[in-house]
Nanobody, 128 residues
Framework: QVQLVESGGDSVQAGGSLRLSCAASGYTYNHVCMGWFRQVPGKEREAVATDYTNTDGSSTYYADSVKSRFTISHDNAKNTLYLQMNSLKPEDTGMYYC???????????????????WGQGTQVTVSS
């Protein structure tokens, strides 16, 4: 049984930083995509960043709105995915979800329907 547990959400001032973690169990992070999405009430779930890893290394994908501010990474030894968020803006506010797929995502990295497993979410609130 795959479980994804997010943590690290908090309330911060604009310009601040947070690091989100997603601890995975029952899941092997190899040749698959794992990523972060966010959602605010009344809006669709939005892709933030995705990481794909295999024996040759990893590839990362970012939404334009977070490029150069957010960094996705993973620790295989801990089976944990991270999202380092710097220079936070009020528009980054939302519930952040960790998602995991069962294959390479390629051009589907930003589609929620690609991912098979989801965490319960962690709230990030950025005030101006």
């Amino acid at each position: 049984q795959v479980q994804l547990v997010e943590s690290g959400g908090d309330s911060v001032q604009a310009g601040g930083s947070l690091r989100l973690s997603c601890a995975a169990s029952g899941y092997t992070y190899n040749h698959v995509c794992m990523g972060w999405f966010r959602q605010v009430p009344g809006k669709e779930r939005e892709a933030v960043a995705t990481d794909y890893t295999n024996t040759d290394g990893s590839s990362t994908y970012y939404a334009d709105s977070v490029k150069s501010r957010f960094t996705i990474s993973h620790d295989n030894a801990k089976n944990t995915l991270y999202l380092q968020m710097n220079s936070l803006k009020p528009e980054d506010t939302g519930m952040y979800y960790c998602a995991a797929g069962r294959a390479w995502c390629g051009g589907s990295w930003s589609r929620p329907s690609f991912y098979n497993y989801w965490g319960q979410g962690t709230q990030v609130t950025v005030s101006s």
